[in-house]
Structures are given as structure tokens and as C-alpha cells.
């Protein structure tokens, strides 16, 4: 249980950082009058929210989202709508102007993917309501030769207004972040570059020297290092753990919680999370390029998941397209597998030029009957992606006060929120009793 003399330190500004922060003062302002109300502070490199673009959580944080866009305006202020989902398998065919794109008429043996060029096409007569594409298929054996029409979207669909929904991403952070504010979070824009434990001293190992100058590792003692005026002085911190920033005051604090995505394993250079190994969080940062566009006519709402066949980029393309409620198109791939990150910038991620382009050809491609301008063109985020495939959500065992909250690939939107409310749990109220998190622990394999 937190106390009022408490202060939360938070690193990271994305999705899950902004939902742990404003789930935690929410939850403490239910608790604690203003003036008694333990610190909550969020630290972030750059601006909350720059790098946005496990079943039992994925079907929480889809709950979680609908009550949070009912109680905050979800609709309006960050574009929460139901949607149809699709999922569309696409032969590659050579780019050739619009008007020459013909839809192809082929179908897989299990009947369940579209093959069709022209997975998206305009509302007819302007129409919110989403309506099925159609395809001409062959004749069937002894069948007389005649255009026939078939729905293809009938088979593909994965996900439907009952149980898909989308946001903006961006602006459900800084939503959230608003609120959080409101409540008495405080912001602050700095870099961390350690995690200092003032309580704590490394042991000092003393061992006899033999008069060959070789060690005696059988006989060796530890010795506990005496109070210098050093140590001394920093005996006097109240707060078990001091984060160090490269900009500002340091911030003394009881409890840190480390969910800067892709840069988690920055953590492993910090004093106090010493206990914590490469192995117990593997996690990279996986490019992905993407572009926002906007249609000549408006779409329907929906989303289209679609693999392209027949490409030199490692055997296939997959994109995802999506249609969102300011009439504009998020188009993302190019998926690329980054051994080493860039700088801690998450404002100014490394993009390809090759993959820009080869993504904007899909669309063109994929979406023959659209005229896009593309409005943001040459964008880059990186996925935090475990490689295991289930994010870490979890306090660092044997260390107290300090938690990790990272690794959910490209499904940290839906789970953003879940995870948020999870370790506010954790901090406030010292368990989780929302979500049972044994799935999510640091040491589950190590």
C-alpha cells in the first residue's frame, strides 16, 4: 500500500507509461485527499506519446477501452469507433497506372482469403455503412460462361463492429495524459541515464597476496565499506532510489517503473536494476514504416490486414491499412528487423527511404480505385517486440519497489490500458487483483 510521503517515478511516454501513470492517480486520488496524495512523476525523453503509431489481456484491454471511451469521449476526442476487420491475401501483380489494375479472380482451396487487387474501395454514394467487395469469379465446369458476383469479403472477415474497434493512438495518450494531469501527475521532459540505490555499497572482496603475487582464493573475506563522508552524506536520502537525469534535478523515489518500449534494455545499465539480465528481458526494437493518406472519396470503417505474394521482400509483403474517423488512412509495414537501435530519440526515428517508397507502391497497388495525397510521408516507429512474444508486466524479483512494464510489439495499443491499470494495482495497492499476471513475471523463463 503507498504512502503519502511516496513519490512514483514513471520512465517512458508512451501508451503503457501514460495508462500506468493515469491509472495510478486516478486510483490515488480515490484514496487520498489532494494535500496527502503520494507524487506520481512521468519521465520522458521527448514528447508523450512520439513513438505511437497474452489472451486474457487482449480481452481486458478490449473491455477497458470501451468503458474508457464511454467515460472520457472516446469518439471525439481520440476517434474510438467500431470497425470491420479483414484479413486479404494478394497476388502480386506489376505496378501499371490505375485505370489499367484489373481485380483478380482467384481464391484460396480453403475459400477464406481474398486474392483481390482491390481489397478497399469507396463508401458507394457516400454511405457510413460498410459494404462487402465484390469479385467476378470464373464458371464453374459445364456452368455457361457468365459474369457471376461474389461477396469477398463474406469469408475474410476477422473481426466485425460487435468485437473490433480502433483508436488514434497519439491522441489516446495525450488524452490520458491530460486526465493524468488533471489529477496531479507531473511531467517531466529529461533523459534517465542512471538509477543510483544510495543505501547501497558493493561488497569489498579482501584476499591475501601470496609472495609469488598469486591469489590465495581459498582464504578471501568480505569486508562492508566504512561510512566515508561520501557515503556518509548519502546515508541522510530518505528515498531508496535516486534516478538520475541528464537534465534538471535528480529525482529521489520509493518505486520506478521502467515501459519505454524499445529502450527498456537501457534499464540494464542503471545501478539499482543490477539484478536484472539481457535474458529475462530480450526485447528489440522491430521498424515498421508507415504513412497517413488521404482518400479522394471516404472509406468505410475498416481495416484491412493484407499479405502480398510474389515479392522480393523476404518472400512476401504484409500491410495494414486502416481507415479512421478524420476521413484521413493509416497505412503501415516494411517491417524491418533492427539489431541495434538508434539513439534514445524516439522523435527522431531511422527511416528507409527504399522501404518508404516500397510501401507507398503497395498502396498504390493494393488500392488502385483511390487517389491518395499523402499527407505524412517518410515516418518510422519501432515495436518493442519480446522475443518470446508476451510483454514483460512484472516487479524486478528481489528488489523492492521497482517494476518493468514493456515488450508489446504491435499489440501495445489494445493492451496499453490493461497494462496500465495492472501496475497501478501493483503500486497503490501493492497486488494485482484486476489480472492475473503469473504469465507476465521477469524471471517466467530465466
Not at 491475401?89 to 489499367?100: F, G, L
Not at 478524420?326 to 537501435?341: N, T
Request: aromatic content about 8%.
Amino acid at each position: 500500500m503507498s504512502n503519502s510521503n511516496e513519490t512514483i517515478v514513471i520512465v517512458g511516454g508512451g501508451i503503457v507509461g501514460v495508462s500506468t501513470a493515469f491509472f495510478t492517480v486516478k486510483s490515488l486520488a480515490e484514496k487520498y485527499p489532494a494535500e496527502q496524495r503520494p507524487s506520481v512523476v512521468l519521465l520522458e525523453q521527448c514528447e508523450p506519446g512520439c513513438s505511437a503509431s497474452g489472451k486474457q489481456l487482449a480481452e481486458f484491454g478490449y473491455d477497458l477501452h470501451a468503458k474508457l471511451a464511454r467515460e472520457y469521449n472516446g469518439p471525439e476526442r481520440w476517434g474510438y469507433r467500431p470497425l470491420d476487420t479483414y484479413c486479404a491475401e494478394i497476388d502480386r501483380i506489376p505496378v501499371t497506372p490505375a485505370k489499367q489494375h484489373k481485380t483478380t479472380n482467384k481464391r484460396t482451396e480453403a475459400e477464406n482469403m481474398v486474392t483481390s487487387i482491390e481489397v478497399i474501395a469507396a463508401k458507394p454514394q457516400q454511405s457510413l455503412v460498410a459494404t462487402p467487395m465484390h469479385y467476378s469469379g470464373p464458371p464453374s465446369p459445364g456452368e455457361e460462361h457468365q459474369d457471376r458476383t461474389h461477396s469477398s469479403f463474406d469469408n475474410a472477415c476477422v473481426g466485425n463492429m460487435a468485437n473490433t474497434a480502433q483508436v488514434d493512438p497519439l491522441k489516446l495518450t495525450r488524452t490520458l495524459l491530460s486526465e493524468a494531469k488533471a489529477l496531479g501527475l507531473q511531467i517531466v521532459k529529461a533523459k534517465v541515464i542512471d538509477v543510483e540505490e544510495p543505501g547501497y555499497r558493493p561488497p569489498i572482496l579482501e584476499f591475501p597476496i601470496s609472495s609469488q603475487s598469486r591469489l590465495a582464493t581459498d582464504e578471501f573475506s568480505i569486508v562492508e565499506p566504512a561510512n566515508t563522508p561520501d557515503s556518509t552524506r548519502r546515508a541522510s536520502v530518505v528515498k531508496p532510489y535516486l534516478v538520475k537525469v541528464d537534465q534538471g534535478e535528480d529525482i529521489p523515489a520509493d518505486k520506478i517503473v521502467v515501459a519505454c518500449g524499445a529502450w527498456v534494455t537501457s534499464c540494464l545499465r542503471w545501478q539499482a536494476f543490477r539484478e536484472v539480465s539481457a535474458s529475462q528481458i530480450p526485447i528489440q526494437g522491430l521498424r515498421a514504416h508507415y504513412l497517413i493518406a488521404k482518400p479522394s472519396e471516404p472509406l468505410p470503417a475498416q481495416a484491412v490486414f493484407a499479405e502480398i505474394n510474389g515479392t522480393v521482400y523476404n518472400g512476401e509483403d504484409a500491410i495494414e491499412i486502416y481507415s479512421r474517423m478524420d476521413g484521413s488512412v493509416f497505412v503501415c509495414g516494411e517491417a524491418l528487423d533492427d539489431p541495434e537501435m538508434p539513439p534514445h530519440n524516439p522523435f527522431e526515428p531511422v527511416w528507409s527511404k527504399r522501404a518508404t517508397n516500397r510501401l507507398k507502391q503497395i498502396v498504390n497497388d493494393v488500392s488502385p480505385s483511390l487517389s491518395f495525397d499523402v499527407i505524412n510521408y517518410g515516418l518510422a516507429c519501432h515495436l518493442p517486440v519480446h522475443a518470446k512474444g508476451i510483454p514483460v508486466i512484472s516487479p524486478v524479483p528481489d528488489a523492492k519497489g521497482l517494476f518493468i512494464a514493456a515488450g508489446h510489439g504491435c499489440w501495445g495499443i489494445l493492451n496499453g490500458p490493461a497494462t496500465g491499470l495492472a501496475m497501478s494495482e501493483l503500486l497503490v495497492d501493492g497486488k494485482c487483483t484486476t489480472l492475473d499476471l503469473t504469465n507476465f513475471r521477469l524471471n517466467r523463463w530465466y
